[in-house]
């Protein structure tokens, strides 16, 4: 379930499966988040990756995604925006958590000075960026920006993975951003975190792993699609077409 198909020819189209009973297999057309009246807190799906992505992301009934990508294939950016259009707009959950694997040179995050979201601040500069293009509208000019950017940052709670054990996140969207840097036992401990009414949703790119004796096969987020895949109320997309500028499509394919 939840595998989605597209299928070329003259009626093309794109589908999802929906149930799998014996030799049965039962297929639904996917939303189209392409078109305006389906925009997601003002963002469309640009490429049919974003559009599946964008389909599991919103429907409630999957609990768990993961979206795997190069640089600028907008897997942050889509997550927030359906968070935020599901937290904000639709109501379903409480409030959107965001949190990352801190990969460093430096001190370990606990001896930093500060509160935990202090200490998280410089390794979100990600969910900065895409606040600002998510705020980027022109009703109320720099005012109506500011006031809405303190409105979402008292609904987007940035919490470290140090601080994770022991606590249950109940009717919750939890962001994990850069998740091939944990390890499967990490990657374990922070899903079993998610109570009643929680979605999880990891993103990350395999091939841009920080982690020391970490490896593609390794991974905590290779760990998590394997052993999800084929649950009813997961859903895994990779993400293929970069869409941050030629620059960094660029850089990404040849670096």
Not at 61 to 73: K, P, S, W
Not at 102 to 124: A, H, R
Not at 146 to 151: E, F, G, K, R, V
Not at 196 to 216: F, M, R, S
């Amino acid at each position: 379930p939840n595998q989605f198909l597209y299928l070329p020819g003259d009626d093309e189209a794109e589908l999802r499966v929906a149930k799998v009973n014996d030799a049965r297999v039962t297929l639904q057309i996917v939303d189209d988040y392409r078109s305006n009246q389906h925009a997601v807190w003002g963002i469309l799906a640009r490429n049919r990756e974003q559009n599946f992505a964008l389909n599991a992301l919103m429907d409630p009934e999957i609990d768990f995604v993961t979206l795997l990508g190069t640089a600028g294939t907008g897997k942050t950016l889509l997550a927030l925006a359906a968070g935020l259009a599901q937290t904000m707009d639709q109501q379903r959950y409480r409030e959107i958590i965001m949190t990352r694997a801190t990969v460093s040179v430096g001190e370990d995050i606990g001896f930093l000075p500060g509160t935990e979201e202090e200490k998280m601040e410089p390794w979100m500069g990600a969910l900065m960026d895409n606040l600002e293009v998510l705020t980027k509208t022109g009703e109320g000019g720099n005012w109506g920006r500011a006031a809405t950017n303190d409105l979402l940052r008292n609904r987007i709670k940035i919490r470290s993975l140090n601080f994770m054990r022991g606590r249950t996140f109940l009717n919750r969207f939890v962001i994990l951003d850069e998740a091939q840097n944990l390890t499967p036992k990490q990657m374990k401990a922070l899903v079993t975190r998610a109570g009643p009414g929680t979605k999880v949703v990891c993103l990350g790119n395999i091939a841009q792993i920080d982690t020391p004796y970490l490896t593609e096969t390794t991974s905590g987020l290779t760990y998590v699609v394997n052993r999800f895949r084929g649950w009813a109320h997961s859903g895994h997309i990779t993400l293929v077409r970069g869409e941050r500028s030629r620059l960094a499509d660029f850089a990404s394919d040849t670096l």
